[in-house]
């Protein structure tokens, strides 16, 4: 929540006390102070020149949020595109390229995402971390490039641990059970223990378990229904100690763990050329509300490790701060591809009946080393100037493959395409004869490097005007080593690479009218790394789509400037808060995945010029000591402002994946609402009782540019299984939606006990847009969870 404004100047002693009551309370005073460290100092909320929402724990726990994405719904300018567990894709300020698939790996985030201090954000696998026993969420909104680099083009969000304690042993555990309408039942047991080993030693454990209850049932061949295939499991823990031997230096190595298994997906079928109601020489299925089509059990399996180390060291009135981080993450998604492979043997092979229906399981693996290091000095005194250098250092390994292996498909395409004739009677390739039953297959190794050095000064020019200044140069090269086979690819072997070097600029100016009124404005400039493309597929493109999307063999770094103005301020006697931003950002090189036709490739396309303006409130107000609110709105006009077209060899020009200018940027809603309220009174000495209710609207958007087309909504389907239609209609267009959370309870200092419903009117919204083979194999949505109906207890000790 954000605070009323205070007179500008935090000294940092004040700021660690503040931050101490906040690790062992674990709560935060309705409109009272917040300490946050969005500038990689700690200051107050509201001395920070910017827009920044911070999100306490206990607030998100009333808000019922488990998970980034519910995070971003108590955020203004937040939202998250829900692609799958562990594959959520963040957008801020409605600066968003849209839906990157998993085939795409060398393409890079746009928002940066922090475990305090250390880099959690991959692009498509934004890990989806436990948020138990955080401080808080910081989201800074707007380019963060100065201080945070490549990733952070439209901002930052930071999940804030608390920190080990030296001042004693305690700790809290929590037990939640839920049920889900129409769905499985679920749980969580989680817990923290703090021990203070002696007046400079500390150690904090954090451990969870979750059992995540399913809401999709597949239907099978034959017709056998398997209810809730995506329930799954998630656990893990954080291992943190504190060692300060001397006043002046504190050392805090740590690990952090967790491991997901997903037996499914959140996806509902809408459209499957192996399952709809349309066949006539098939079996019929028709699809309901949360249900798909599958032949074989689908997975996603996600295993994260985090060990970070963070050296503070204090020399007069200075700090020095050393972060060095290393991550291992393997992650495997198995989707069920019999449609597409299916589709394929349709069209082009000429396959029919039980050819198209061999089982086609897709594995895709993506391993990922990472190592990072950051050093920086900073100032460590009151006084008009203050002023923080740095270096940062990051090298990524990150190889990633895919597999479909497809038993009997081998002695089929001899079958097809070679009159029965031996195996292997396609001509082989430079990689050598092809792998048995494997109609593709890749294996891409990624090296990337990057090194950069940033400074940021900030002075108080007068009592109440300030202004900070500050760069980031930045260098990084990037190295892959690509491998294709299979009869489906265009079959290669080969190095690629790319690299970049730049300079960002940013300022920020800040007013202080009154002790209650901040005006604020910058110019920043933010950047996302550009990188390769793969290969198509050419052995399944047409030849007008190898002609328009061939020959796009990298993509450049999108950058923009970001213009913005601010004010914070507080009012009816310290009992209400409001901040307002507007901005305006330029784009350059927009990096915009794109489905390459027929080929059933993804590739990336640079649009040269796009732009988002955007108006964001945040209002939060306690007019009673029993009663507090919140509210957030936000509205952006996001669009293109170029169009790419191609030409076909009949002189006909049409525009390439409705890349137009006027379209359009995707997965951001024009408008975005969130309210919160509280109500709480004593029901005896002991005990209050609380009630919290919240709400968020989010309006119409798109998955990707393309889905703007005219007509892409209709589409020519197979004629497998001789259906009655010729055609396909369905609504690109993601309705808005509206999701309501309510929770009851009763707590005193010791425990608490709750009874919650999340999504109050069991709201069933589309997410994204989930499609194969240029929409003729499969199309579906993704979707939220039902309403889910649960209590939770909680209990501290030692405090």
Aim: net charge negative; charged share 20%.
């Amino acid at each position: 929540m954000t605070r009323i404004l205070r007179p500008r100047s935090v000294s940092l002693v004040a700021a660690a006390v503040a931050m101490a009551i906040g690790a062992q309370a674990g709560a935060e005073t309705v409109l009272g102070e917040i300490t946050v460290t969005a500038r990689k100092r700690a200051e107050s909320l509201l001395d920070v020149p910017f827009a920044v929402s911070a999100r306490s724990e206990e607030a998100l726990r009333n808000a019922g949020a488990t998970n980034i994405e519910d995070v971003s719904r108590n955020v203004a300018g937040f939202t998250v595109q829900n692609l799958g567990p562990g594959q959520s894709q963040v957008a801020l300020r409605g600066i968003s390229a849209g839906k990157t698939d998993r085939d795409l790996p060398g393409v890079k985030e746009q928002v940066g995402v922090y475990l305090d201090e250390s880099v959690l954000s991959l692009s498509l696998f934004t890990p989806d971390l436990e948020l138990y026993d955080l401080n808080r969420v910081e989201v800074l909104r707007g380019p963060q490039g100065t201080l945070f680099g490549s990733g952070s083009l439209s901002g930052t969000v930071r999940y804030i641990s608390n920190q080990p304690d030296t001042s004693g042993t305690y700790g809290d555990v929590e037990l939640t059970a839920s049920m889900i309408d129409t769905g499985g039942n679920g749980g969580n047991l989680r817990g923290m223990v703090n021990v203070g080993l002696t007046d400079t030693a500390a150690l904090r454990l954090v451990g969870y378990y979750s059992e995540l209850p399913g809401f999709i049932d597949a239907v099978q061949p034959g017709g056998t229904i398997r209810s809730d295939v995506n329930s799954g499991t998630r656990y893990g823990f954080r291992a943190a100690l504190r060692l300060a031997p001397t006043d002046h230096l504190v050392i805090t190595p740590r690990v952090v763990y967790q491991d997901v298994d997903v037996d499914g997906y959140n996806r509902t079928d809408v459209w499957n050329m192996l399952a709809n109601p349309y066949t006539t020489t098939e079996p019929a299925i028709t699809l309901g509300d949360r249900q798909q089509y599958t032949q074989l059990t689908e997975k996603f399996q996600d295993e994260f490790m985090l060990a970070d180390l963070t050296i503070e060291a204090t020399f007069g009135a200075h700090t020095l701060t050393s972060i060095s981080s290393y991550t291992d993450r393997d992650i495997l998604v198995l989707r069920d591809a019999t449609q597409l492979t299916g589709s394929v043997t349709y069209s082009p092979l000429g396959g029919s009946g039980a050819q198209v229906r061999l089982s086609s399981p897709l594995y895709d693996r993506t391993k990922v080393e990472m190592f990072t290091q950051e050093l920086r000095l900073a100032s460590d005194y009151d006084g008009r100037f203050q002023w923080l250098a740095g270096a940062f250092y990051s090298d990524i390994n990150r190889h990633y493959g895919q597999q479909l292996p497809t038993p009997g498909y081998d002695t089929l395409v001899d079958l097809l395409l070679c009159d029965g004739a031996p195996p292997n009677c396609l001509p082989s390739t430079d990689l050598g004869a092809p792998v048995n039953d494997m109609p593709f297959y890749s294996d891409i190794p990624y090296d990337f490097k990057q090194m950069a050095l940033f400074a940021e000064i900030n002075v108080d020019l007068s009592e109440r005007f300030s202004a900070t200044l500050g760069g980031r140069y930045y260098d990084f090269e990037e190295d892959r080593n690509l491998v294709f086979g299979g009869l489906f690819s265009d079959p290669s072997i080969g190095p690629g690479s790319a690299k970049s070097d730049g300079f960002l600029p940013r300022v920020l100016l800040s007013f202080d009218v009154s002790d209650n009124v901040q005006l604020n404005a910058q110019a920043s400039r933010g950047f996302r790394l550009g990188g390769i493309n793969d290969p198509l597929n050419l052995t399944l493109c047409t030849d007008e789509d190898e002609e328009t999307f061939g020959g796009r063999d990298s993509f450049e770094d999108e950058k923009l400037w970001n213009y913005e103005l601010g004010a914070k301020i507080g009012f009816a006697g310290g009992r209400a808060q409001i901040n307002v931003a507007a901005y305006h950002a330029e784009i350059d090189n927009l990096q915009v995945p794109v489905v390459a036709g027929s080929c059933s490739s993804r590739i990336v396309f640079n649009v040269p010029s796009s732009h988002a303006t955007g108006l964001e409130v945040e209002l939060t107000a306690q007019p009673t000591d029993n009663f507090d609110f919140g509210l957030s709105a936000t509205w952006v006009s996001s669009k293109l402002d170029s169009t790419i077209t191609s030409t076909d060899s009949n002189g006909v020009t049409t525009v390439v994946a409705a890349i137009e200018d006027g379209n359009r940027m995707p997965s951001v809603p024009k408008i975005q609402v969130a309210a919160n309220a509280t109500y709480q009174w004593p029901v005896s000495d002991a005990f209050n009782a609380y009630v919290t209710a919240s709400w968020q609207h989010v309006g119409d958007r798109y998955t990707q540019v393309a889905d703007q087309a005219p007509g892409f909504g209709t589409f020519t389907v197979f004629g497998y299984g001789s259906p009655s239609i010729s055609s396909f209609t369905f609504d690109p267009l993601l309705p808005s939606y509206d999701i309501a959370n309510l929770r009851v309870g009763v707590r005193n200092d010791v425990w608490e006990a709750a009874v919650f419903v999340n999504n109050l009117t069991d709201e069933s919204a589309r997410l994204g847009l989930d499609q194969e083979r240029g929409r003729r194999a499969r199309v579906g949505y993704l979707t939220n969870q039902p309403r889910t109906i649960g209590i939770s207890y909680r209990r501290s000790f030692g405090r």
